[in-house]
């Protein structure tokens, strides 16, 4: 059973350029969730989804960001006109359900590793 | 709001002695609370969780931690320390209430050093 399952792990582009980071849940789960983490911080909260929707995006920036979770296919996050301040680990998760009043447990994925030169 | 707060940025101990990492917490209903831990460069992975069941939780690897109302901790330890605990911990409380969806917000990390 193979889990969230991030691509690419490592990623570099240019400044300006556009990142498209990608994430496919745990088979079965229907709810994703997007986490940035920069430099000798924690997590930091950006979007949670289910299939088509956006249910909470209030960690998103506001400009230049976006995320999606397709009926099929992958969650994508993208981030247009890249710039250094990006340069971020963005972590995936799922989740079978939200995570709710019983705590379910949600599921990191592996990463992947923005670099903007 | 929930939040969050883990006590110490680096902890540091000798292989084979009791480790003790501090987080406090914060929040309006009954907290759901997460211990992960995180490799250099890899993904994180799930230690343990409280949610309203026994206050004191048993995870994987031998750590344990203890929820404590009065004092809105959420303590986590290990009786004894391996080299391969050496990584980064992050207590992590749900924000779900009152309309929040339930996503994690996440502790500043402690780095658990451990020593030969």
């Known amino acids: 059973n193979a889990g969230v399952m991030q691509n690419p792990r490592h990623l570099v582009r240019r400044r300006g350029q556009e990142a498209r980071l990608r994430c496919s849940p745990m088979k079965g789960h229907s709810h994703v969730y997007w986490y940035r983490q920069l430099p000798e911080e924690g997590l930091k909260f950006m979007v949670y989804l289910q299939k088509e929707n956006i249910i909470d995006e209030s960690g998103m920036p506001k400009e230049r960001f976006s995320a999606e979770f397709p009926k099929e296919g992958p969650s994508i996050l993208r981030i247009q006109q890249v710039v250094r301040g990006d340069s971020a680990a963005y972590f995936c998760?799922?989740?079978?359900?939200?995570?709710?009043?019983?705590?379910?447990?949600?599921?990191f994925g592996e990463g992947s590793w923005l670099t903007v030169v | 709001a929930q939040s969050v707060t883990q006590l110490d940025s680096h902890v540091s101990v000798s292989e084979g002695t009791p480790v003790l990492l501090r987080c406090n917490y914060s929040?309006?209903?009954?907290?759901?609370l997460f211990w992960y831990v995180q490799h250099p460069n890899k993904g994180l992975q799930l230690l343990l969780k409280?949610?309203?069941?026994?206050?004191l939780v048993k995870g994987i690897n031998g750590f344990e931690a203890e929820f404590k109302k009065s004092e809105t901790s959420f303590h986590l330890t290990k009786p004894s320390a391996h080299m391969s605990d050496a990584a980064e911990y992050f207590c992590v409380v749900s924000d779900y209430g009152s309309g929040n969806t339930g996503k994690l917000i996440f502790g500043q990390g402690t780095t658990l050093q451990v020593k030969p």
């Open positions: 929040s309006s209903y009954s907290p759901s």
């Open positions: 998760a799922s989740s079978p359900r939200g995570t709710g009043p019983s705590g379910n447990t949600i599921y």
């Open positions: 409280y949610t309203s069941a026994a206050t």
